[in-house]
């Protein structure tokens, strides 16, 4: 079956800086890849996703790439703020009738 | 407004114990799961659904049960709480690619 691995596992970067992170998944068939974030004591809520016809999606701050070849995907955050730190997790699927295998998430800080 | 609606957002109760978590979604989605997760931890699916009627378990071995009786509704039942069950219970719903969470329950079992 599908496996989707996430890292790093904690993320710590200065205020302003950018922060990128990365998953890998296993089934070549998987062609839907969304990134939600949870913050403390919050629901996780979609924020960017990619499908596998792109290879690049960004909304303001928030970027994704695909590697379909190398079968990895990445979130990057530009000119990190406060409200960035969250867990952040990777997720993909073979289509609308699949399930999401999910990362085990990134616990990203910013530091002031 | 569409939404998830988890009930109870908290639940202390005994060892031994029998409990429903509900959820309801206003979303007219099909598809309905349940997770666990440990604050800020990985999200481990323990029952889906995929309409009425139709229920799975998921990666995790739990000792709960779900139904799904009516598309909008999806509790998960627990027949003999343990301490090991003590953690957030996320609903979700989805109708397409994107899935919905609610805002969890919140189980200590003592």
């Known amino acids: 079956g599908e496996n989707v691995e996430q890292h790093p596992s904690t993320l710590s970067v200065q205020e302003g800086d950018s922060a990128v992170i990365k998953c890998t998944y296993s089934?070549?068939?998987?062609?839907?890849f969304p990134w939600y974030k949870q913050e403390l004591g919050k629901r996780p809520q979609l924020i960017i996703d990619?499908?596998?016809n792109v290879g690049e999606k960004k909304d303001q701050r928030i970027a994704v790439t695909l590697n379909k070849t190398a079968k990895h995907f990445s979130l990057h955050i530009t000119e990190t703020q406060p409200e960035d730190s969250a867990v952040y997790f990777c997720?993909?699927?073979?289509?609308?009738?699949?399930?999401?295998?999910w990362g085990a998430g990134t616990k990203l800080i910013i530091k002031p | 407004e569409a939404d998830i609606y988890q009930t109870p957002r908290y639940l202390v109760i005994g060892t031994g114990k029998k409990i429903t978590l509900e959820c309801s979604q206003t979303m007219g989605h099909d598809k309905m799961y349940w997770y666990q997760q440990d604050p800020g931890m990985e999200l481990h699916l323990i029952h889906y659904?995929?309409?009425?009627?139709?229920?799975e378990k998921g990666d995790l071995s739990s000792e709960s049960t779900v139904s799904r009786i009516r598309t909008e509704h999806f509790p998960l039942t627990l027949e003999s709480a343990r301490p090991s069950h003590t953690s957030q219970y996320l609903c979700?719903?989805?109708?397409?690619?994107?899935?919905?969470f609610g805002q969890g329950t919140r189980l200590t079992v003592v």
């Open positions: 979700a719903s989805s109708g397409g690619f994107e899935a919905f």
């Open positions: 997720a993909a699927s073979m289509g609308s009738n699949y399930q999401l295998i």
């Open positions: 990619i499908r596998s």
């Open positions: 089934d070549s068939a998987s062609n839907y």
């Open positions: 659904s995929y309409g009425v009627n139709s229920t």
